[in-house]
């Protein structure tokens, strides 16, 4: 419990500084505001993982009473029983074995307490962060949904932004009937949509552009999932959303800046504003930017827009660098300074003394460590809510040996079959958008036609002429057939790694798998020479199970020589490991019988006559 109040007054403390500093810079540039903010929402961030790598420093234990509690002595001792005699082992009474289960039994009710603290915490956690990724994945489906944009004044327009901004990476123009208003979204791929009322007004087509590739230059994408995944974590802040919140604001301001730096009519753009404002997408904006305002923004900006005393001026380096030094600075110690409940000091000093001239006996039990960051604790908290639902809806059931490994012998390979499935629908989808781009142009201008809108979804001749020289069944491929595999990121480096380590004559199902469950060269090649033998099917069943080499490589230092894939996938299904195959010594020899002094060999009534 006290984990997560210390997180907590960490939390509050860099959000309040964030925001008090945002509030001493309100006649500074919105850019440089803007990076104070997403430095603040970073610090928020590195102070929930950073106790994955950083020591605690026990020397700057903070007490506080008042919030965590207070220990005291009785809470802190540990029970424990003596071994018995040999004169009392046969002799305990009923009453000792009772006293003897409390302990335990305090324990279990401390265990379930944290657990269902953590699981309070976790749970709202995880369900913010899958929002998010559901947010993703609708991105992902509105681009393979969408169209190419070819027209010429808006390709000109990107070009002019782009030269403006000294931005020399590609941006993808898209249009959908899906949308309401343009968003912009990606790093090293970026996009840009348009609605359809957008193209059709393409008198407005430099201050959207503008906008948006803005986003697109300050890498506010990664800044927008920046302040996702520390709303998540820290969801029970609300300086956190403040500062989330005023960050968003500032990132739209600083592109709007851009605009007006783009000799945009400073009127004529906050009209723009105006007429867009009424078709915000706040679905999609969970992962992406918009030129549509919110509604509570959009007064804001207009009047931001208008007022020509504004500063609109960039972030300098050395400012940048500055806050950002500074914020790791803060981030850091925070993240490894231990906050620890009142009295903590005292009743380890009294159990000390209690336990001088005592000879120390073993406890009952070894009390599991609390862990200290966000991770493992949304990860602990999410197990133990799904184990207690599942142990209120489902009756308790004894599985034999047998029973339980099958079961998790066909999980594991259903899981495989599913990640399988899913890389190969998502092929199939990408060539099938690919196709049909092609399919829609008139006969006489196809091949032209085809070879812009396969460059536009990054298939280029270079692409195709090297995946084609892997392999003899990737050389009768179309350049069609080529997209779904860089849809999933198949590259011709891969694909040569995973021919050279065995598999000259791959084809497009191979790659597609291999890269969609993570199957590398380097992966085929050390499970191999660990002795495994099976085909491109056998070692994506292997990676997507989640089958290491060094698994198998250590049942091979055990003596164990395991050349079925099934078998290993059984025998990783079930855990089994190196120690658990290692055969019992065998039983030492009887020792003789030795005959009594009166023994008699002619009445002996053990000897059953066999001399």
């Not at 890498?219 to 802040?237: G, I, P, Y």
């Not at 605009?259 to 009127?267: E, K």
């Given at each position: 419990m006290h984990v997560l109040v210390a997180i907590a007054l960490k939390s509050l403390l860099i959000a309040g500084v964030s925001l008090g500093l945002l509030e001493l810079m309100k006649r500074r540039s919105a850019a440089e505001r803007s990076w104070v903010a997403h430095m603040g929402l970073l610090a928020l961030v590195t102070l929930a993982f950073a106790p994955l790598v950083l020591p605690s420093w026990t020397s700057w234990t903070v007490e506080a009473p008042a919030l965590l509690g207070q220990v005291t002595t009785a809470q802190t001792e540990v029970p424990t029983i003596a071994a018995p005699t040999n004169a009392t082992s046969a002799s305990l009474p009923a009453a000792n074995a009772k006293t003897a289960t409390l302990p335990q039994q305090a324990r279990r009710l401390r265990v379930n307490a944290t657990s269902a603290t953590m699981a309070l915490y976790a749970v709202p956690a995880a369900i913010l962060l899958f929002i998010t990724l559901l947010a993703l994945g609708r991105l992902i489906t509105l681009r393979a949904r969408a169209d190419v944009l070819v027209d010429g004044h808006w390709l000109s327009a990107l070009a002019r932004a782009q030269r403006r901004m000294g931005f020399k990476h590609g941006t993808a123009l898209l249009t959908s009937d899906e949308l309401s208003s343009p968003i912009s979204w990606g790093l090293m791929?970026?996009?840009?949509?348009?609605?359809?009322?957008?193209?059709?007004?393409?008198?407005?087509?430099?201050?959207?552009?503008?906008?948006?590739?803005?986003?697109?230059?300050?890498?506010?994408?990664?800044?927008?999932?920046?302040?996702?995944?520390?709303?998540?974590?820290?969801?029970?802040?609300?300086?956190?959303?403040?500062?989330?919140?005023?960050?968003?604001?500032?990132?739209?301001?600083?592109?709007?800046?851009?605009?007006?730096?783009?000799?945009?009519?400073?009127?004529?753009?906050?009209?723009?504003?105006?007429?867009?404002?009424?078709?915000?997408?706040?679905?999609?904006?969970?992962?992406?930017?918009?030129?549509?305002?919110?509604?509570?923004?959009?007064?804001?900006?207009?009047?931001?827009?208008?007022?020509?005393?504004?500063?609109?001026?960039?972030?300098?380096?050395?400012?940048?660098?500055?806050?950002?030094?500074?914020?790791?600075?803060?981030?850091?110690?925070?993240?490894?300074?231990?906050?620890?409940?009142?009295?903590?000091?005292?009743?380890?000093?009294?159990?000390?003394?209690?336990?001088?001239?005592?000879?120390?006996?073993?406890?009952?039990?070894?009390?599991?460590?609390?862990?200290?960051?966000?991770?493992?604790?949304?990860?602990?908290?999410?197990?133990?809510?799904?184990?207690?639902?599942?142990?209120?809806?489902?009756?308790?059931?004894?599985?034999?040996?047998?029973?339980?490994?099958?079961?998790?012998?066909?999980?594991?390979?259903?899981?495989?079959?599913?990640?399988?499935?899913?890389?190969?629908?998502?092929?199939?989808?990408?060539?099938d958008h690919a196709r049909s781009i092609v399919r829609a142009y008139e006969p006489d201008d196809r091949q032209i036609d085809a070879i812009i809108e396969m460059k536009a979804v990054g298939v280029t001749p270079d692409y195709v002429s090297a995946m084609r020289a892997v392999s003899p069944k990737l050389a009768r491929l179309t350049p069609s057939d080529f997209a779904g595999m860089k849809s999933v990121g198949v590259t011709p480096e891969f694909a040569r790694s995973l021919a050279s380590a065995g598999f000259p004559a791959i084809d497009e199902d191979e790659l597609t798998e291999a890269r969609a469950v993570g199957v590398t060269g380097d992966y085929v090649r050390a499970l191999r020479s660990a002795g495994v033998a099976g085909d491109m099917d056998d070692f994506v069943q292997l990676r997507a199970v989640g089958v290491k080499p060094e698994y198998v490589q250590q049942l091979r230092r055990s003596g164990y020589v395991i050349r079925d894939p099934d078998k290993l996938v059984e025998l990783w299904a079930v855990g089994v490991g190196p120690r658990d195959l290692v055969p019992a010594p065998p039983a030492p020899p009887r020792p003789p019988r030795v005959p009594p002094a009166n023994w008699d060999p002619v009445n002996d009534p053990d000897d059953d006559g066999g001399g």
């Open positions: 791929r970026p996009v840009i949509v348009l609605n359809t009322r957008a193209v059709e007004a393409s008198s407005e087509a430099e201050a959207i552009i503008a906008h948006e590739l803005a986003h697109v230059a300050r890498m506010d994408w990664v800044k927008l999932l920046l302040a996702r995944v520390a709303t998540a974590l820290f969801w029970f802040n609300p300086l956190v959303w403040l500062l989330a919140r005023e960050a968003h604001q500032l990132r739209e301001e600083t592109a709007d800046d851009a605009v007006l730096a783009a000799d945009i009519v400073d009127t004529d753009y906050a009209q723009l504003l105006v007429g867009v404002a009424r078709h915000e997408c706040p679905g999609l904006l969970l992962g992406a930017h918009g030129v549509a305002p919110s509604k509570g923004s959009l007064a804001r900006r207009v009047a931001r827009v208008l007022d020509g005393k504004s500063v609109r001026g960039p972030v300098a380096r050395s400012f940048a660098l500055g806050v950002l030094v500074g914020a790791v600075l803060i981030a850091a110690p925070l993240a490894a300074l231990t906050v620890a409940p009142g009295g903590s000091k005292e009743a380890a000093s009294s159990n000390s003394a209690k336990s001088k001239g005592k000879t120390t006996q073993a406890p009952y039990y070894s009390p599991a460590p609390v862990p200290n960051d966000l991770a493992h604790i949304i990860a602990n908290g999410v197990s133990t809510s799904v184990a207690a639902a599942v142990a209120a809806t489902v009756p308790t059931q004894k599985m034999t040996a047998q029973e339980a490994r099958a079961a998790a012998v066909a999980n594991a390979l259903a899981a495989a079959d599913n990640a399988r499935e899913t890389a190969l629908a998502q092929a199939d989808r990408a060539t």
